[in-house]
Structure formats: C-alpha cells, structure tokens
C-alpha cells in the first residue's frame, strides 16, 4: 500500500509570520485589477504579503511540515526508529511503513491496521492512497506473487530526461556506459591515466554536465546500477569540466537513449546482507584507484549466498595514491572495508524491520582489477 498527502507543504501553519515583496511588474494584469493591487502598492511599485502558512521555495518549509507530522504521528502510538530516519512502526499495531517527505509505503497484517494509519492521517490531510502498492517516490513496483519476486523500474524516466537535454537524436549507438581503459597486452608496468589536456568548457556547459550527472543519480541509486560509475567519474571532474568531460557525458545521454529501460527484480530470501567488493588500480586519473562495485542484497545464509537483487551501490575512488608494491592488497583491504562500514547500516536495517541478520554481514566476496 502507498499514500500520497497533497499540499503537504502547504498546510503548515508558520511559527512566526513571514513577509514576501512582490513587484507590480511581475503580476499579470488581471490578478492587479481583481485584487486592486496598485491602491496597495507602495511607492516603488511593490506589493508586500503577509504568509501564515507554509509554501513552495520557503527554506524552512519542509522541515516545519515534518515537525509537525511526526508530532500528529506520535499522538496515536507512531514513532521513528532510533537506528533508520525514514522507517516508522506503530507501538502495538503489526504495521510499518517507510516515509519519504510526503510519501508513504506502508506494510501491514490485516486492513484494519492499514485503515487506522489512513484515518490518522484523514484527521489533517488530504489523501491518495493506492493498495496495490505499485508506484512509490517515483518507482514502479510490479509484484508477482506467485513467483515471490518483485521487479522494480522507472518507465519512461529516460526518456523525458533526454528530452529535458534536448538530446533526441542520438549520435551514434551505445552499449558502454563510459570508455574503459585500453588493455596494454605484455606490459610488465602499469602507469596512472593522466589528466585530460583538453581546454575547459564555458559556465553554461558546465551547469549542463552538472544537471545531468543530478538528473540520472537518482535512477542509477535506485534501478540501473550500471551508471554509478561513470556518474561518479564525470562529477569528479565537473568543477573543471574540460570538453573530454562534455564528450563522457554526451556518450552517457547515447548509452541511455540506445539501452531499454532497467529493470531490477528481487526473489523473497532469507534477509540476510551479502557484500560483494571490487577494485581497480590506477584507474582513474591524478593515480587514483577505486573502490567499489559494491553490491549489498539480501540472500540467505549460507557459505556462498545466492545473487539477488541490489539493496545498495557503492563507487568511490580512493583519495590516497595506492603503492603497486602494495597495491593489490590495499586496494582490496580498502574495498573490503567500505563494504564491511557500509553493511553495518544494512543490518541496522533489517534488525529494526525485526528481520534476522548475520554475524559479521555474511560472505564479503573480492576482487581486483587493473581497470572499472
């Protein structure tokens, strides 16, 4: 079940009253002449109003109407886990759901349960609710009960942000998210990936590798983990973006337009965190590496845990120049570690949706490579 509050924003009443001043010349003609706004005006042309209630664009907005919801919450037995912001139980009630701003996913054991949050919620919102569970933050969710599997994607995400870009014509098919490195056959020596010599970019395409690397980070957190590293590579450089920058991110916006949407689908298991960890060396440039190609999924507790779909994704390059006498070692010992810190949040989850969880985040699996 999802539930949507409308005008989440909108309904809060504000501490203290805040003042907006408007220019006559940004008013259309027809709302001054309803409301008589040029008897209102002050000497320079502007109108000053007087807001009592949360808005769109007031920065303390979202936190006042959070406040506030949590406060109504609280009032009929709902409380915040301690360990995970976001997930919500009741004190006695078999229900919990997951808040993101004004967006619920709520599991439960019985209608009644499900019936009391809604009418909470009815007291002071406006409410949509769908019991079918099919789209959430954005996600569709298509459930196959018979199979126990669900399978996620994000229809036609890609395809209006391509549109946002004005990228509708694709330069030429791709199936490579970002350029790997050449493989040099009988080099006894690796050497790091020197940075680009290209000239940098003006202001305005810089603001455009920025917006995209925004746009798709959402997408590759939540389906298509194949983007994580070169989003992650390309916002590395877009403080100095240079027009190798501009080529990785247009061959990205080709990728998606030529690849179908993603999907990803996960089977019912036995909820216990797996972490598989990879790492590069000399990948990427100033002689970094990287650690990650990380992916947490929830399997079953067994010496080598069955594939499942991703919880989690994890692309970071290492800061710290890795020595090649020492390289293989450092780099997996830095892969391992990210996995194993990041794990411990995983299972915090899990014990606090009251799901078993292993000892030691169960099997870390690794590997290392001279490339992503």
């Not at 664009?57 to 995970?84: I, T, W």
Request: hydrophobic content about 35%.
């Amino acid at each position: 079940m999802t539930m949507d509050i409308s005008n989440f924003y909108l309904n809060t009443p504000l501490p203290l009253p805040e003042f907006i001043r408007i220019n006559l010349k940004d008013i259309p003609e027809e709302v001054i002449i309803e409301f008589n706004l040029r008897k209102k005006a002050t000497t320079n042309g502007s109108i000053y109003i007087r807001a009592k209630q949360g808005m769109y664009g007031l920065p303390q907005a979202g936190l006042l109407a959070n406040e506030l919801l949590e406060k109504r919450l609280n009032k009929h037995c709902y409380h915040q886990s301690k360990l995970v912001p976001g997930l919500w139980k009741h004190n006695t009630r078999p229900i919990q759901f997951t808040l993101v701003v004004d967006d619920f996913r709520v599991k439960y054991v019985g209608n009644e349960h499900a019936n009391h949050l809604k009418a909470t919620l009815e007291e002071h919102y406006k409410l949509t609710c769908d019991w079918t569970g099919r789209r959430y933050i954005g996600i569709t969710l298509d459930w196959d009960d018979k199979r126990r599997q669900v399978h996620i994607s994000m229809p036609n995400y890609v395809k209006k942000a391509l549109k946002q870009f004005q990228h509708k014509v694709l330069r030429e098919l791709q199936h490579a998210p970002y350029p790997s490195a050449p493989i040099q056959y009988g080099a006894k020596k690796q050497y790091a990936t020197q940075k680009s010599s290209a000239p940098l970019v003006d202001a305005k395409t810089k603001k455009f590798i920025q917006q995209v690397c925004g746009k798709f980070l959402f997408l590759c957190r939540a389906v298509d983990s194949t983007l994580l590293c070169p989003i992650s590579a390309i916002a590395s450089q877009s403080s100095a973006p240079t027009t190798d920058t501009l080529e990785y991110t247009m061959k990205l916006l080709d990728y998606l337009g030529t690849q179908e949407d993603a999907v990803l689908s996960y089977h019912a298991s036995d909820m216990i965190v797996a972490v598989h960890s990879h790492a590069s060396y000399l990948s990427k440039p100033g002689a970094r590496s990287r650690a990650g190609g990380h992916f947490f999924f929830l399997s079953s507790d067994t010496p080598i845990p069955p594939n499942n779909g991703a919880v989690l994704n994890i692309a970071h390059i290492i800061i710290n120049v890795m020595s090649s006498a020492i390289s293989n070692r450092s780099r997996t010992s830095r892969s391992v570690h990210n996995g194993a810190r990041s794990s411990v949040h995983q299972n915090h989850i899990g014990g606090a949706m009251a799901q078993k969880t292993s000892n030691s985040a169960t099997d870390r699996q690794c590997h290392g490579g001279s490339s992503d």
